[in-house]
């Protein structure tokens, strides 16, 4: 079964270019997630989507990024302009979401953005 | 808030050493608790999973029980590998409320020497 896919998988680029990030989830999974990991902060939820729906953004860190889920097959989180301390690796997760409560997110392998 | 608090790394063994990595956690409501494992260059997998108290999760010679009265879900290996060197996460997930947050620890970096 495919999993989680992400791309691309490393993007390097300069300060002030617009950067998207991709993520297609497991097939049949009602839900997604985008998380930022760095070394100082471990890895954070930027948001979550449930049935498309943006259910939580609080983690987002400001205006500059923007996450969308057009239907249940595709996801993107954008940053606008870019800047160096955006420089992360940014996952992509599903899981299913069934009666109360989330099974077992599934993680994609990344995406590795360099801003310079 | 919930939160997790597990041993700082990097931990470094020599094959066949046994394996313990602390993880503690201070949570609201009645929260299911898990590990992920983090390869090189990959994305996090799950490696086990406990919904209650007392449950034992275990897969691939890893075992973690869920301890209420402890607050903690300690991974164990009895006899590690040089194939088990990555990085390890301690993550639970409320069941009440916000369930569908995962709050991770920060990792703990696993070498394993041949």
């Known amino acids: 079964d495919a999993g989680v896919i992400q791309s691309p998988r490393h993007e390097v680029t300069e300060m002030g270019q617009e950067v998207t990030l991709r993520c297609k989830p497991i097939?049949?999974?009602?839900?997604l997630f985008w998380y930022r990991q760095t070394m100082m902060r471990g890895l954070e939820l930027l948001i979550y989507f449930n049935n498309n729906v943006p259910i939580d953004d609080s983690g987002m860190p400001e205006d500059r990024f923007s996450a969308k889920m057009p239907n249940a097959s595709f996801s993107t989180l954008k940053i606008q302009p870019s800047e160096p301390r955006d420089s992360a690796v940014y996952f992509c997760?599903?899981?299913?979401?069934?009666?109360?409560?989330?099974?077992?997110?599934?993680f994609g392998d990344g995406t590795r953005l360099s801003i310079l | 808030g919930n939160s997790v608090t597990q041993m700082e790394g990097p931990v470094t063994l020599s094959e066949e050493a046994f394996l313990t990595i602390n993880c503690t956690y201070t949570?609201?409501?009645?929260?299911?608790l898990f590990w992920y494992v983090q390869y090189p260059g990959e994305g996090l997998q799950l490696l086990l999973k406990a919904t209650k108290a007392d449950d034992k999760g275990s897969n691939k010679g890893f075992e973690a029980t869920y301890r209420k009265e402890t607050t903690s879900f300690h991974l164990e290996k009895g006899s590690v590998q040089v194939s088990d060197s990555a990085v390890y996460f301690c993550?639970?997930?409320?069941?009440?409320?916000?369930?569908?947050?995962?709050?991770f620890g920060k990792g703990t970096l696993l070498t394993v020497n041949p």
């Open positions: 997760a599903s899981s299913l979401f069934v009666g109360t409560s989330n099974q077992p997110q599934h």
């Open positions: 993550a639970l997930s409320d069941t009440r409320g916000s369930n569908y947050k995962l709050t």
């Open positions: 097939s049949g999974h009602n839900s």
């Open positions: 949570a609201t409501g009645y929260p299911s």
